[in-house]
């Protein structure tokens, strides 16, 4: 596997389900990012890790919760969402922090909650 | 205002055209303006990015930042059906703080 991964690819769930998006950069890069695509919208950047630790929070709602057990995963785990929460979630990587600039993304996990 | 403004399109253009995308932005401490590609299932690529003023040119791709103005520009010469994607600006302020993006511009080059 080369750049960036991202499963599942597409999730269904219901309102109540609890599910886990995973992310896994083979870059060696040290930062990692979740946004959401929503249709119309601009990328919104919901986390940021930089060597694990967690250095943005985007007043994202608790339902989504990050976990960041090394600098290679990533996972967004999601929990009695909202049917406006159905959009693409995207994974992105970056040598740091300091640059941010050339992210690297995966291909999506595009979501739908019913 | 929102911090960058694009027009999401649709843009349908001939093949060999010239395209034109333009984002325009309010902060002015932005420094660094890129450009992203994102394919029909992918996520975006970058494309170009610029540091500053002034232009930067890739083979069929010119970016230009007017930080005067607050406006940057894509050029695509000789446009082909591959091109055809979605085109997202975005630029920080320092290699510090997060990307602030447009929403895109759905480009559709016609064979």
């Known amino acids: 596997e080369t750049g960036v991964t991202q499963t599942p690819r597409h999730l269904v769930m219901g309102m109540t389900n609890k599910k886990s998006l995973k992310c896994e950069q083979h870059?060696?890069?040290?930062?990692m990012y979740w946004y959401k695509q929503s249709a119309k919208k601009p990328l919104e950047l919901m986390f940021v890790?930089?060597?694990?630790?967690?250095?943005e929070n985007n007043s994202v709602p608790s339902r989504f919760s990050p976990e960041c057990p090394n600098s290679s995963h990533l996972f967004l785990h999601l929990h009695t969402l909202q049917p406006e929460d159905s959009a693409l979630y995207l994974c992105?990587?970056?040598?740091?922090?300091?640059?941010?600039?050339?992210?690297?993304f995966g291909p999506g996990t595009r979501l739908t909650v019913t | 205002q929102k911090e960058v403004e694009q027009d999401p399109g649709p843009l349908s253009v001939p093949e060999g055209a010239i395209v034109s995308l333009n984002c325009t932005y309010s902060?002015?401490?932005?420094?660094?303006f890129m450009w992203y590609r994102q394919y029909s299932r992918k996520g975006p690529e970058l494309l170009m990015y610029?540091?500053?003023?002034g232009n930067k040119e890739d083979g069929r791709f010119t970016a230009q930042v007017d930080k005067s103005s607050k406006y940057i520009s894509l050029f695509i010469r000789d446009s082909q059906p591959s091109d055809s994607a979605t085109y997202l600006c975005?630029?920080?302020?320092?290699?510090?703080?997060?990307?602030?993006f447009g929403k895109g511009t759905r480009l559709s080059v016609i064979a």
């Open positions: 902060n002015s401490a932005f420094q660094y």
């Open positions: 975005a630029m920080i302020n320092s290699g510090n703080t997060p990307l602030v």
């Open positions: 890790y930089n060597f694990k630790e967690q250095t």
């Open positions: 870059l060696g890069h040290n930062a």
């Open positions: 610029t540091y500053s003023s």
């Open positions: 992105a990587s970056s040598l740091s922090g300091r640059a941010s600039y050339e992210q690297y």
